[in-house]
């Protein structure tokens, strides 16, 4: 007998202690669930707060990024608008430089072709110059030579006149002799 105790013993003292246990349980069990489901929803609450949080920060963090993007993108453009300035500017500086050399590169030539010019020119009126004064001494030398034909040429001119006179009075002398002879 004392057998079949212990089969209802071990199963009642498990029922006792299960009830004891359940008891405890089910006392707490709302609790507790409320509890747990008051922790989660607190969780949730936070997680959803933390993530409003950050959403925000975000937010901030992208505007104000968004404004520095701006703001270089505004100093970017402004940079390469004064590059783009400096650029013309220095592409009109080079191209008013070489019309400018062009210019020059031209006056300078010109000035070569006029200077050859003028050195030939010169050189010829220094060959004329040249001709002339030969032909001046030439002139000079002789006139002289003509001068001294010219006096040589009266001098025999009178010769030739004094002979001649001389001839004239001789014949008007025989002439006359003649006609004195004659009569």
């Not at 390469?80 to 191209?95: G, H, L, S, T, V």
């Not at 050859?116 to 050189?123: G, N, W």
């Not at 010219?150 to 006609?179: M, R």
């Amino acid at each position: 007998m004392k057998k079949a105790y212990i089969y209802f013993a071990a199963p009642l003292v498990g029922l006792i202690v299960f009830g004891a246990v359940y008891w405890n349980f089910s006392d707490n069990y709302e609790q507790v669930e409320a509890d747990k489901l008051a922790k989660i929803k607190k969780a949730k609450q936070e997680k959803l707060m933390e993530d409003a949080r950050l959403r925000e920060k975000a937010v901030n963090d992208a505007l104000a990024s968004q404004d520095k993007r701006k703001k270089e993108k505004e100093i970017k453009d402004a940079k390469d608008r004064k590059d783009a300035e400096d650029r013309e500017n220095a592409i009109q500086a080079r191209n008013k430089a070489a019309r400018d050399s062009d210019k020059v590169q031209k006056q300078a030539d010109r000035l070569t072709k006029e200077l050859a010019a003028a050195k030939e020119e010169i050189t010829k009126i220094q060959e004329e110059k040249k001709r002339q004064a030969d032909e001046a001494a030439f002139l000079k030398s002789f006139v002289v030579k003509v001068e001294s034909n010219a006096k040589g040429l009266n001098a025999v001119l009178e010769k030739i006149a004094a002979a001649d006179a001389a001839a004239e009075a001789a014949a008007k002398a025989a002439a006359a002799a003649l006609a004195a002879s004659k009569k």
